[in-house]
């Protein structure tokens, strides 16, 4: 390996160690001629995937150009730039374990934003506008609307065992009207009683 800066082959390995997930081998170098201090990554060489763009051409897949979007997406935003390179190895692992050798933008695109969900909704909003080409205001609002009912859809979901668990023994007795886990309605024909009484 050459010096980027003076191009002399005499090079020393000062550290090396783990990277992205394990998925490289990060090395801090230093050349022997002139004491520039460089980094080197090594990465698993995978299967080459291409890429079938909009208009039907094709290029190699390129995950440095994920990552740019990504981070143009995530600028002052809390997401750092470990977990940015984290979301684009896992959509790169991913695409490996499937074996494909060619998937489309829009594939990419929506893995993208699938993850970016999970991250921030700022550059969830932001990829999504270059992405799917937002033409104003309205589709601002209708991908926001979208991704509220999303968030309330799994909020459901992660609360639904909450309520269809069993009482513990201190609910059980302070509520006689739950049975079996399911709360009982009062009697109907009682006319004293009234919603508000109603177990929820």
Not at 26 to 48: A, K, L, N, Q, W
Not at 63 to 74: D, F, S, T
Not at 155 to 171: T, Y
Not at 183 to 196: A, G, H, M, V, Y
């Amino acid at each position: 390996m050459k010096c980027p800066r003076c191009g002399k082959q005499e090079i020393r390995v000062l550290e090396s160690r783990s990277a992205e997930g394990g998925q490289s081998v990060r090395r801090r170098r230093e050349c022997m001629s002139c004491g520039y201090r460089f980094t080197t990554y090594e990465r698993i060489e995978f299967m080459p995937i291409m890429v079938i763009k909009r208009d039907g051409s094709r290029e190699s897949f390129n995950r440095n150009k994920i990552l740019q979007g990504v981070m143009r997406a995530c600028q002052k935003t809390q997401v750092s730039v470990k977990q940015m390179e984290e979301l684009v190895n896992e959509i790169e692992e991913k695409l490996q374990l499937e074996d494909v050798q060619e998937v489309t933008t829009l594939r990419i695109g929506e893995m993208v934003l699938e993850r970016l969900q999970r991250l921030s909704e700022v550059a969830y909003v932001r990829f999504a506008s270059v992405y799917r080409k937002f033409q104003g205001i309205k589709d601002f609002v209708t991908e926001l609307e979208q991704l509220e009912r999303l968030e309330t859809h799994l909020r459901r979901d992660l609360e639904r065992p909450l309520r269809n668990s069993p009482p513990s023994e201190s609910e059980s007795t302070a509520s006689p009207d739950w049975v079996g886990g399911i709360p009982q309605l009062l009697d109907q024909n009682d006319t004293s009683s009234n919603l508000s009484e109603i177990p929820k």
